[in-house]
């Protein structure tokens, strides 16, 4: 599964997305960018944990899709029409629904959602080539139509955003149909029998985790609409220009999803069993440390480069600079991947929350006063001051319930790890290999990151075992 992400999700988001922006400009990309966080300010109605909660009833009876796979499709039809209702009561006064393609969008999320739920019957039934097949079919059908879309010069479907959106919806649709034709091959005879005070006693359940995802959605979605919002006539031109960068801090917070899923389990098994914590905590922040140090020291030491190589017109100086902030941020939201995982899977809701709201009010109040002033690169500030509070509450947190003590020699290590590659990088941009822009950039970047595992290595970060989960020491 991580190996096919690898291949289609880098070329959807750089190939195609980007491509997009790039031939429409920063205002017309940047409504879109706008309208689809709106959109996504409010996809938790879509799903409630039902996806969670029917992953972990079928994978322990598999013959409960039979009863669950038409009762649970039933209630997701019920909840995109509340999802719809709120989306439209909320976009009309602020003027969204006067474009059209916001019908499109709220569809896409509405059949992503679906499509999510429905591949949850497959990973539930260990069919996991299939699921993993699933999960990309969408990226792939919208790599060919929208491929068709820019470069097929196609007199009837010319680029446009409604257009771009349309060839999405086709994409989505046919993998709606896909999942469902996987989804009704698991089951032997569907048993109709819907029962919404069962979904409320369901809902409840799953209530923690629904309202943690919606305030997490919105500081870290809310920043483009206000964007769009705030900065007026040029308002949709400031929030492509933060697009630009988002997509990039986008691709990368994958990696902390990704351990973070490896993760939970393992420590909620520790927990339930009563085991010591701090050993795997150690292992995965040394990993997400590593990572997230090594790329931002690279990445931000060639931010106007990048931007220059990767979108074709624009102040690059300004877009780096706005990159810049969206990069800083990688660091705070991949430890928190981590120290966030251990806080859920310790069920430590409550903390989370009002913690949560916290930092959603100082996001809010944030993007006022610095998107007014300072446009996207506000928004980009405001966004790292909010990740670096929720880092600095849940370490807190961390530290005070799993009863941790500060250890100097760790954060030496930590600090010796940073200071090398801030040095190497340094001492790599000395280099000039007299070829092409792109191509002596690369060359750079291979050197970099060739020498990044001998610096985890030799700073004792990593070790032979980091990889197998097991840790000698719990210090």
């Known amino acids: 599964m991580v190996l096919i992400n690898l ?12 491509t997009v922006q790039n031939k429409l400009g920063e205002s017309a990309y940047g409504l879109y960018f706008a309208i689809f966080n709106f959109t996504y300010l409010f ?14 009833q079928v994978a322990a009876d598999k013959n409960k899709i039979n009863e669950l796979l038409p009762a649970i499709l039933v209630f997701k ?7 719809l209702v709120l989306c439209i009561a909320v976009a009309y006064p602020i003027g969204y629904l006067s474009k059209p393609f916001i019908w499109i969008i709220l569809l896409n999320q509405i059949l992503l959602s679906f499509n999510i739920y429905l591949r949850s019957n497959v990973s539930a039934h260990q069919l996991f080539i299939s699921d993993a097949m ?3 079919l969408d990226k792939f059908l919208m790599i060919i139509f929208c491929g068709f879309l820019i470069w097929g010069n196609l007199p009837f479907f010319k680029l446009s955003i409604f257009n771009f959106a349309l060839a999405q919806l086709a994409a989505y649709a046919i993998t709606f149909i896909t999942c469902l034709f996987f989804s009704l091959r698991l089951t032997n005879k569907m048993v109709f029998n819907f029962n919404l005070k069962n979904f409320i006693v369901i809902a409840k359940a799953t209530l923690p985790y629904a309202v943690i995802h919606f305030l997490m959605t919105v500081y870290y979605r809310i920043d483009g609409v206000m964007l769009e919002r705030l900065q007026g006539a040029n308002g949709a031109a400031e929030s492509g220009i933060y697009a630009q960068g988002y997509r990039i801090m986008e691709s990368l917070n994958n990696i902390g ?21 701090k050993s795997l905590l150690k292992t995965g922040l040394s990993l997400v440390f590593c990572i997230s140090v090594s790329i931002i020291v690279c990445l931000f030491a060639y931010k106007e480069n990048l931007m220059s190589i ?11 600079e706005v990159f810049g902030y969206l990069l800083l941020n990688f660091f705070p939201v991949a430890i928190l991947y ?13 903390l989370m929350i009002y913690t949560l709201i916290t930092a959603v009010i100082l996001n809010i109040s944030l993007n006022f006063y610095l998107i007014t002033h300072y446009g996207a690169k506000g928004a980009g500030e405001a966004t790292l001051i909010t990740q670096l509070f929720m880092l600095v509450c849940y370490s807190f947190y961390i ?35 007299s070829v092409k822009k792109g191509y002596d950039l690369a060359a750079h970047f291979a050197i970099y990151f060739c020498s990044v595992p001998f610096t985890a290595y030799l700073t004792g970060l990593i070790n032979v075992n980091t990889f197998r989960l097991k840790v000698g020491t719990s210090e």
């Open 257 to 277: 999803y990704l351990l973070a899923t490896i993760l939970l389990p393992l420590f909620a098994y520790r927990i339930a069993s009563h085991k010591e914590i």
């Open 43 to 56: 996809q938790i109605l879509l799903d409630f944990g039902l996806q969670n909660y029917n992953n972990r």
């Open 399 to 433: 530290l005070r319930i799993f009863k941790i003590s500060f250890n100097i020699k760790y954060a030496l290590q930590l600090f010796a790890f940073l200071f090398a590659c801030v040095i190497i990088m340094f001492g790599i941009g000395k280099i000039n290999f």
């Open 77 to 83: 039809t019920l909840l995109f029409v509340v999802y």
């Open 310 to 320: 990767l979108y074709s017109n624009g102040d690059f100086n300004y877009s780096g």
């Open 338 to 350: 981590v120290i966030g995982t251990l806080l859920t899977a310790n069920q430590d809701f409550k």
């Open 7 to 18: 291949l289609i999700k880098p070329f959807w988001v750089f190939g195609i997305d980007r």
């Open 134 to 136: 699933l999960s990309v």
